[in-house]
């Protein structure tokens, strides 16, 4: 009996994979996908045909047009941001939300998630694990926008001398710009969170990938309507989408903090919301 005590022992040890390594088998995986590769393409393409075409139309950029375009023209180093603002409306969602819907949901569609949950991984180790995967996703697509975004306003829209004119008429750095280019990479990463976590709950209760692409994308359309009626204004506190435009705030000089603030924190209380659900559903999921 004393005998095969130890290596009972260490099966036991080994039944259990550290967390970094599933972690690193579920990103390879995630990249590895079609549907995320060509999602990325399609994400780098935003910057390219923004810079393209403000540049064969020309003009100078005075900031009086729709949103952030206007002050593109001539001024390359705003473009990243602009391109940003313009890819949160649809692209960015619809790309982590697919991440989303293919750790739990698709994963169950193809039979594959009853296997993860009899296997000894433990439910919450398993939320981490798929939760990594759409981080991944997120972070890199926003990289891919804001790098690309840079590189095509330096070299196809130009600018005086690698600055940037802020929309308060003063002149930043190269240095400074970039972070402010930065700060606001970082700030819609928060966003990304937040729409990823409430993804990630809708995915645990169900198996088909579509119905949790319906229900995020859908559900910030109805915010975007709900934030366009002047009544409802008392409801704005609530809405994820309500603080999107305040990544033109970077592009003001002195910066002012107070929307990036208030909708990280906003953001923050969703992706709170989201893991404790998601969590909680996978704890007493039996397949």
Known sequence: MSASAPPASRASTRSVAPLGRLAAAEIRWVLRRPRTLVLLGLLALVPIALGVGIALTGGPGDGDGPGLVAAVAGNGLVLPIAALGLALSLLLPLTVATAAADALAGEAAHGTLRGLLLAPVGRVRLVVMKAAGVLTVAVLAVLVVAVVGVLTGLVVVGGPSGTMITLSGTTL???????????????????????????????????????????????????????????????????????????????????????????????????????AVTVWQMRRRDG
Do not use: C, K, M, N
Not at 240 to 251: E, I, K, P, R, V
């Open 173 to 275: 750095g190269l240095g400074e710009a970039l972070g402010r280019v930065a700060l606001v990479a970082g700030w819609t990463i928060v966003q990304l969170l937040a729409i990823a976590a409430v993804a990630l709950a809708v995915s645990a209760f169900t198996e088909h990938p579509l119905v949790v692409l319906a229900a995020v994308l859908g559900g910030l359309i109805v915010f975007g309507v709900l934030a366009a009626v002047p009544s409802l204004e008392w409801l704005q506190p609530l809405l994820l989408t309500s603080g999107w435009t305040a990544g033109a705030d970077a592009l003001r000089d002195p910066l002012p903090l107070d929307g990036l603030a208030s909708s990280t924190g906003r953001a923050l209380v969703y992706v709170v919301l989201g893991a």
